[in-house]
């Protein structure tokens, strides 16, 4: 079982900056990657960014440029650095740690991010 906690969330206007962290804790030598993703009022979850065990990275195309995902392994920590915020970035935040093991994953509570025009 591996317990994921997001922080960093909150209201910043547009062209701002804000990074996310999610902490895991638990079985996280099961994790092979690490991904954000977001879900905006009526409309679906959608992958932000994602990270996996070797370094590499990917980034949905509406953030490329603006968004950096990173990890901190000595504290168990990845961070979604969000430059050159626009409105539409507004959305509650999901982490998610993908297990080694088919099927499995495992989500954080999510924090909100809003960003006023």
């Known amino acids: 079982q591996v317990h994921l906690v997001e922080s960093g969330g909150g209201l910043v206007q547009a062209g701002g900056s804000l990074r996310l962290s999610c902490t895991a804790s638990g079985n996280i030598s099961s994790i092979k990657a690490m991904i954000w993703y977001r879900q905006a009022p009526g409309l679906q979850r959608e992958l932000v960014a994602g990270?996996?065990?070797?370094?590499?990275?990917d980034y949905a195309d509406s953030v490329k440029g603006r968004f950096t995902i990173s990890r901190d392994n000595a504290k168990n920590t990845v961070y979604l650095l969000m430059n050159s915020l626009k409105p539409e970035d507004t959305a509650v935040y999901y982490c998610?740690?993908?297990?080694?093991?088919?099927?499995?994953?495992?989500w954080g509570q999510g924090t909100q991010v809003t960003v006023s025009s």
């Open positions: 998610n740690a993908v297990s080694a093991r088919v099927g499995v994953d495992y």
């Open positions: 990270i996996l065990n070797d370094g590499r990275t």
